[in-house]
């Protein structure tokens, strides 16, 4: 019996924190302004060189707090509240979506912008470069 309320509270944890983590990153898509959402993207999905050139912008400006597998669990999250997305789990985002949180950052999270006047001089990233980040991302669903 011990066994089984155990293995019940583990649970209950477990779908407690899925649930807060979906809300959190529910909430952040929210602020995307609606004209946004529905922006495709225009860089090639499949292009082999496209994911490499992302990884390498992720390696500089998100591993740091998203982690190296994108799971959220970064050096630089340790004491982020909320943390950071787990994107390998899947992605509840449109790629329009993904590509304005990543230019304008989030509002009541450390995420900051990495377009021009959001992130410091010399840090920005470009369009195309953040559209490309948007297909790595997707990458790292498992």
């Known amino acids: 019996m011990k066994h089984v309320k155990k293995t019940v509270t583990v649970a209950a944890v477990a779908l407690t924190l899925g649930l807060a983590s979906g809300l959190t990153f529910a909430s952040v898509t929210d602020q995307v302004p609606a004209d946004a959402k529905g922006v495709t993207n225009p860089v090639e999905a499949d ?10 912008v992720y390696k500089k400006k998100c591993k740091k707090c998203h982690g190296k597998k994108g799971n959220g669990k970064g050096p630089g999250a340790k004491d982020m509240e909320p943390s950071p997305p787990d994107w390998t789990g899947g992605i509840d985002a449109t790629d329009g979506e993904l590509f304005w949180l990543t230019m304008n950052g ?3 999270t450390e995420m900051k912008g990495w377009k021009e006047g959001s992130a410091k001089a010399g840090k920005e990233i470009t369009d195309e470069q953040a559209w490309s980040l948007v297909h790595y991302m997707r990458s790292l669903v498992k």
Request: aromatic share 0%; glycine share 0%.
């Open 47 to 56: 292009d082999e060189d496209v994911l490499k050139a992302a990884k390498k």
């Open 106 to 108: 989030s509002k009541d």
